[in-house]
DNA sequence: TTCCAGGGATATA
DNA sequence: TATATCCATGGA
Protein backbone atom coordinates (compact mmCIF):
# COMPACT_ATOMS: atom_id res chain seq x y z
CA UNK A 1 0.00 0.00 0.00
CA UNK A 2 1.53 2.94 -1.37
CA UNK A 3 1.26 5.89 1.46
CA UNK A 4 3.43 8.02 3.05
CA UNK A 5 3.87 9.28 6.55
CA UNK A 6 4.77 13.25 7.88
CA UNK A 7 4.32 14.71 11.14
CA UNK A 8 0.70 15.36 11.55
CA UNK A 9 -0.83 13.82 8.31
CA UNK A 10 -0.68 10.70 6.78
CA UNK A 11 -0.88 10.45 2.59
CA UNK A 12 -2.25 7.58 1.10
CA UNK A 13 -1.46 7.62 -2.89
CA UNK A 14 -3.35 4.12 -3.92
CA UNK A 15 -6.95 5.36 -4.25
CA UNK A 16 -7.80 1.92 -5.36
CA UNK A 17 -7.25 0.72 -1.93
CA UNK A 18 -8.56 3.08 0.03
CA UNK A 19 -12.49 4.67 -0.67
CA UNK A 20 -13.24 6.69 2.99
CA UNK A 21 -17.01 6.41 2.04
CA UNK A 22 -16.89 2.36 1.35
CA UNK A 23 -14.42 2.37 4.62
CA UNK A 24 -17.54 3.97 6.81
CA UNK A 25 -19.98 2.74 5.27
CA UNK A 26 -19.66 -0.89 5.09
CA UNK A 27 -20.91 -0.87 9.03
CA UNK A 28 -17.76 -1.81 10.77
CA UNK A 29 -17.95 1.29 12.48
CA UNK A 30 -20.34 3.99 14.02
CA UNK A 31 -18.31 7.33 14.88
CA UNK A 32 -17.75 9.25 11.26
CA UNK A 33 -19.10 12.39 9.86
CA UNK A 34 -19.09 13.56 6.31
CA UNK A 35 -18.99 17.11 5.89
CA UNK A 36 -18.93 19.10 2.13
CA UNK A 37 -14.88 19.00 1.90
CA UNK A 38 -13.72 16.47 4.36
CA UNK A 39 -14.57 13.45 6.78
CA UNK A 40 -13.95 12.78 10.07
CA UNK A 41 -13.77 9.91 12.27
CA UNK A 42 -13.29 9.14 15.49
CA UNK A 43 -12.07 5.96 17.71
CA UNK A 44 -11.31 5.95 21.69
CA UNK A 45 -9.98 9.22 22.15
CA UNK A 46 -8.92 10.06 18.96
CA UNK A 47 -9.89 11.22 15.99
CA UNK A 48 -8.94 12.54 11.93
CA UNK A 49 -9.54 14.24 9.47
CA UNK A 50 -9.88 13.09 5.71
CA UNK A 51 -9.62 15.42 2.71
CA UNK A 52 -9.78 14.31 -0.80
CA UNK A 53 -7.64 15.42 -3.26
CA UNK A 54 -7.15 14.71 -7.13
CA UNK A 55 -4.52 12.06 -6.52
CA UNK A 56 -4.40 11.10 -2.94
CA UNK A 57 -6.25 11.61 0.59
CA UNK A 58 -4.59 13.53 3.38
CA UNK A 59 -5.51 12.27 6.92
CA UNK A 60 -4.62 14.71 9.19
CA UNK A 61 -4.07 13.59 13.04
CA UNK A 62 -2.03 14.15 16.20
CA UNK A 63 -1.55 10.14 16.15
CA UNK A 64 0.02 9.19 12.62
CA UNK A 65 0.82 5.56 13.68
CA UNK A 66 -2.02 5.11 15.36
CA UNK A 67 -4.37 5.66 12.77
CA UNK A 68 -1.37 3.93 10.18
CA UNK A 69 -2.49 0.94 12.25
CA UNK A 70 -6.09 1.88 12.46
CA UNK A 71 -6.29 2.10 8.75
CA UNK A 72 -4.62 -1.14 8.05
CA UNK A 73 -2.63 1.05 5.90
CA UNK A 74 0.48 -2.03 5.67
CA UNK A 75 -1.38 -4.05 4.17
CA UNK A 76 -2.21 -4.93 0.46
CA UNK A 77 -6.02 -5.49 -0.38
CA UNK A 78 -5.17 -5.61 -4.11
CA UNK A 79 -3.86 -8.95 -3.21
CA UNK A 80 -7.07 -10.03 -1.41
CA UNK A 81 -9.21 -8.27 -4.16
CA UNK A 82 -7.52 -10.64 -6.77
CA UNK A 83 -7.72 -13.86 -4.64
CA UNK A 84 -10.96 -13.50 -3.99
CA UNK A 85 -12.02 -12.06 -7.28
CA UNK A 86 -11.65 -15.94 -8.38
CA UNK A 87 -14.67 -16.81 -6.15
CA UNK A 88 -18.26 -16.83 -8.56
CA UNK A 89 -20.24 -14.21 -7.30
CA UNK A 90 -17.65 -11.88 -5.71
CA UNK A 91 -16.43 -9.65 -8.72
CA UNK A 92 -19.36 -7.11 -8.82
CA UNK A 93 -19.09 -7.11 -5.54
CA UNK A 94 -15.56 -6.20 -5.09
CA UNK A 95 -15.89 -3.63 -7.83
CA UNK A 96 -18.88 -2.27 -6.36
CA UNK A 97 -17.14 -1.78 -2.93
CA UNK A 98 -13.44 -1.12 -4.20
CA UNK A 99 -11.15 0.64 -1.67
CA UNK A 100 -12.89 -0.87 1.81
CA UNK A 101 -10.68 -1.59 4.49
CA UNK A 102 -11.00 -3.92 7.57
CA UNK A 103 -10.16 -1.75 10.40
CA UNK A 104 -8.15 -1.91 13.37
CA UNK A 105 -10.65 -0.91 16.29
CA UNK A 106 -10.19 -0.52 19.94
CA UNK A 107 -11.96 -4.07 21.52
CA UNK A 108 -13.86 -2.50 24.33
CA UNK A 109 -15.36 -0.48 21.49
CA UNK A 110 -16.14 -2.67 19.78
CA UNK A 111 -17.98 -4.26 22.04
CA UNK A 112 -20.04 -1.98 23.38
CA UNK A 113 -21.19 -0.64 19.98
CA UNK A 114 -21.76 -4.28 18.66
CA UNK A 115 -24.05 -5.05 21.95
CA UNK A 116 -26.02 -2.43 20.62
CA UNK A 117 -25.82 -3.45 17.06
CA UNK A 118 -28.59 -6.87 17.89
CA UNK A 119 -31.77 -6.68 16.36
CA UNK A 120 -31.03 -2.74 15.53
CA UNK A 121 -30.10 -0.28 12.70
CA UNK A 122 -27.16 1.57 12.05
CA UNK A 123 -28.96 4.90 12.26
CA UNK A 124 -30.24 4.28 15.53
CA UNK A 125 -26.50 2.48 16.56
CA UNK A 126 -24.77 5.64 15.65
CA UNK A 127 -27.37 7.47 17.73
CA UNK A 128 -27.09 5.95 20.96
CA UNK A 129 -22.67 6.14 20.78
CA UNK A 130 -23.02 9.78 20.15
CA UNK A 131 -25.55 10.09 23.25
CA UNK A 132 -23.14 7.38 25.38
CA UNK A 133 -20.11 9.47 24.31
CA UNK A 134 -21.79 12.83 25.09
CA UNK A 135 -22.84 11.67 28.90
CA UNK A 136 -19.51 9.88 29.81
CA UNK A 137 -16.63 10.47 27.23
CA UNK A 138 -14.29 13.43 28.11
CA UNK A 139 -14.66 16.62 26.29
CA UNK A 140 -12.05 17.35 23.76
CA UNK A 141 -11.41 19.94 21.23
CA UNK A 142 -13.42 17.71 18.73
CA UNK A 143 -16.20 16.51 20.98
CA UNK A 144 -16.77 13.79 23.11
CA UNK A 145 -14.04 10.40 23.27
CA UNK A 146 -15.72 7.32 23.89
CA UNK A 147 -15.87 6.63 27.21
CA UNK A 148 -13.20 4.47 28.96
CA UNK A 149 -14.10 1.35 31.06
CA UNK A 150 -14.42 3.65 34.19
CA UNK A 151 -16.38 6.04 33.10
CA UNK A 152 -18.79 3.44 31.67
CA UNK A 153 -19.26 1.31 35.02
CA UNK A 154 -20.65 4.42 36.76
CA UNK A 155 -23.50 4.57 34.29
CA UNK A 156 -26.38 2.38 35.38
CA UNK A 157 -28.57 0.57 33.47
CA UNK A 158 -31.54 3.45 33.90
CA UNK A 159 -28.73 5.70 31.76
CA UNK A 160 -28.61 3.31 28.76
CA UNK A 161 -32.02 3.29 29.15
CA UNK A 162 -32.43 6.90 28.86
CA UNK A 163 -30.09 6.96 26.05
CA UNK A 164 -32.20 4.64 23.96
CA UNK A 165 -30.16 1.38 24.49
CA UNK A 166 -33.54 -0.48 25.01
CA UNK A 167 -33.76 -3.83 26.58
CA UNK A 168 -29.70 -3.75 25.14
CA UNK A 169 -29.51 -1.35 28.78
CA UNK A 170 -29.00 -4.59 31.08
CA UNK A 171 -26.33 -6.26 28.90
CA UNK A 172 -24.06 -2.94 28.34
CA UNK A 173 -24.70 -2.30 32.69
CA UNK A 174 -23.20 -5.99 33.05
CA UNK A 175 -20.74 -5.98 30.92
CA UNK A 176 -19.34 -3.07 31.28
CA UNK A 177 -18.98 -4.12 35.23
CA UNK A 178 -17.29 -7.57 33.88
CA UNK A 179 -14.92 -5.58 31.25
CA UNK A 180 -13.51 -3.49 34.07
CA UNK A 181 -11.90 -6.59 34.91
CA UNK A 182 -10.87 -8.79 31.95
CA UNK A 183 -7.98 -8.49 29.65
CA UNK A 184 -8.78 -7.84 26.19
CA UNK A 185 -5.55 -7.71 25.29
CA UNK A 186 -4.58 -11.13 25.58
CA UNK A 187 -7.31 -12.39 23.29
CA UNK A 188 -4.84 -11.18 19.99
CA UNK A 189 -2.70 -14.34 21.30
CA UNK A 190 -5.90 -16.63 21.11
CA UNK A 191 -7.02 -18.97 18.62
CA UNK A 192 -10.54 -17.30 17.07
CA UNK A 193 -12.56 -20.11 18.27
CA UNK A 194 -10.87 -19.59 21.80
CA UNK A 195 -11.18 -15.78 21.64
CA UNK A 196 -14.78 -16.26 20.08
CA UNK A 197 -16.02 -18.37 23.13
CA UNK A 198 -14.32 -16.34 25.74
CA UNK A 199 -16.06 -12.83 24.17
CA UNK A 200 -19.40 -15.10 24.26
CA UNK A 201 -19.37 -15.36 27.94
CA UNK A 202 -20.34 -11.98 27.85
CA UNK A 203 -23.78 -10.63 28.26
CA UNK A 204 -25.45 -9.63 25.21
CA UNK A 205 -22.68 -11.44 23.08
CA UNK A 206 -23.47 -14.22 20.52
CA UNK A 207 -22.26 -15.49 18.00
CA UNK A 208 -22.56 -12.96 15.19
CA UNK A 209 -21.31 -9.97 17.79
CA UNK A 210 -18.43 -12.15 18.87
CA UNK A 211 -17.42 -12.48 15.15
CA UNK A 212 -17.81 -9.03 14.69
CA UNK A 213 -15.52 -7.89 16.87
CA UNK A 214 -12.77 -10.85 16.37
CA UNK A 215 -13.01 -9.20 12.61
CA UNK A 216 -12.89 -5.58 13.35
CA UNK A 217 -10.66 -5.13 16.67
CA UNK A 218 -8.77 -8.33 16.15
CA UNK A 219 -8.20 -8.51 12.59
CA UNK A 220 -9.22 -12.26 12.69
CA UNK A 221 -10.32 -12.67 9.23
CA UNK A 222 -11.84 -16.35 9.34
CA UNK A 223 -15.20 -15.33 10.39
CA UNK A 224 -18.38 -15.03 8.46
CA UNK A 225 -20.67 -12.89 10.73
CA UNK A 226 -23.94 -14.11 9.96
CA UNK A 227 -26.94 -11.24 10.43
CA UNK A 228 -29.69 -10.65 8.52
CA UNK A 229 -28.25 -9.51 5.30
CA UNK A 230 -25.66 -12.30 5.40
CA UNK A 231 -28.43 -14.89 5.40
CA UNK A 232 -29.95 -13.94 2.58
CA UNK A 233 -26.66 -13.85 0.96
CA UNK A 234 -25.95 -17.50 1.77
CA UNK A 235 -28.89 -18.71 -0.40
CA UNK A 236 -28.06 -16.32 -2.87
CA UNK A 237 -23.99 -18.01 -3.65
CA UNK A 238 -26.00 -21.24 -4.03
CA UNK A 239 -26.02 -22.66 -0.83
CA UNK A 240 -29.15 -24.17 0.61
CA UNK A 241 -28.15 -26.78 3.11
CA UNK A 242 -27.75 -25.16 6.44
CA UNK A 243 -30.24 -23.35 7.72
CA UNK A 244 -28.40 -22.75 11.23
CA UNK A 245 -26.35 -18.96 10.70
CA UNK A 246 -23.65 -20.75 13.24
CA UNK A 247 -23.91 -23.91 10.10
CA UNK A 248 -23.82 -21.16 7.34
CA UNK A 249 -21.05 -19.72 8.35
CA UNK A 250 -19.36 -22.59 8.69
CA UNK A 251 -19.93 -23.26 4.98
CA UNK A 252 -18.66 -19.71 3.94
CA UNK A 253 -15.69 -20.03 5.96
CA UNK A 254 -15.10 -23.94 4.06
CA UNK A 255 -15.35 -21.49 1.13
CA UNK A 256 -13.21 -18.60 1.66
CA UNK A 257 -10.92 -19.86 4.50
CA UNK A 258 -8.50 -16.78 5.87
CA UNK A 259 -10.24 -14.43 3.41
CA UNK A 260 -13.67 -15.06 5.02
CA UNK A 261 -14.01 -11.63 6.80
CA UNK A 262 -13.06 -9.32 3.96
CA UNK A 263 -15.67 -12.12 1.68
CA UNK A 264 -18.03 -11.18 4.24
CA UNK A 265 -17.32 -7.25 4.33
CA UNK A 266 -17.89 -6.76 0.12
CA UNK A 267 -20.87 -9.56 0.06
CA UNK A 268 -22.51 -7.75 3.23
CA UNK A 269 -22.06 -3.80 1.72
CA UNK A 270 -22.82 -4.51 -1.84
CA UNK A 271 -26.31 -6.80 -1.10
CA UNK A 272 -27.48 -4.22 1.66
CA UNK A 273 -26.93 -0.98 -0.08
CA UNK A 274 -28.21 -2.28 -3.42
CA UNK A 275 -31.12 -3.93 -1.52
C1' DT B 1 -50.76 -0.82 11.55
C1' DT B 2 -47.18 -3.78 10.61
C1' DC B 3 -42.57 -4.78 9.43
C1' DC B 4 -37.77 -4.49 9.98
C1' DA B 5 -33.01 -3.59 11.72
C1' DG B 6 -25.20 -6.02 11.45
C1' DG B 7 -29.37 -10.87 17.44
C1' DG B 8 -29.27 -12.62 22.13
C1' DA B 9 -31.33 -14.59 26.30
C1' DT B 10 -34.35 -17.70 27.99
C1' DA B 11 -37.57 -21.54 28.38
C1' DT B 12 -38.87 -25.79 26.56
C1' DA B 13 -38.65 -30.43 24.54
C1' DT C 1 -28.85 -29.86 20.82
C1' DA C 2 -32.57 -27.44 18.19
C1' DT C 3 -36.54 -24.41 18.02
C1' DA C 4 -39.93 -20.61 19.62
C1' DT C 5 -40.70 -16.45 21.77
C1' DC C 6 -39.77 -12.13 23.73
C1' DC C 7 -37.24 -8.05 23.88
C1' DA C 8 -37.16 -1.41 23.11
C1' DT C 9 -37.05 1.72 19.61
C1' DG C 10 -37.97 4.47 15.55
C1' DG C 11 -38.14 4.80 10.54
C1' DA C 12 -40.37 3.00 6.40
Known amino acids: MNYSKENNSIVVFDLAQFDFTHIVECGQTFRYRNEADCHTIFSKNKFCVLQKKKDCVIINTSDVDYFINYFD ?3 DYEKIKESLCKYDGMENAIFYGNGIRILNQDPY ?33 WGYAFPTTEQMVRADEQFFRFVGAGYRANYLKETAERLSDFDLEHLKECS ?12 GVGRKVADCILLFAYHKTDVFPMDTWT ?23 EKFGALS ?15
Open 73 to 75: LNR
Open 109 to 141: EMIISFILSSNNNIPRIKTIIERICEHLGDKTE
Open 192 to 203: TEKARKELMTLK
Open 231 to 253: KRIYTMLGFCEERVPEKQAQRLI
Open 261 to 275: GYAQQYLYYYYRTNK
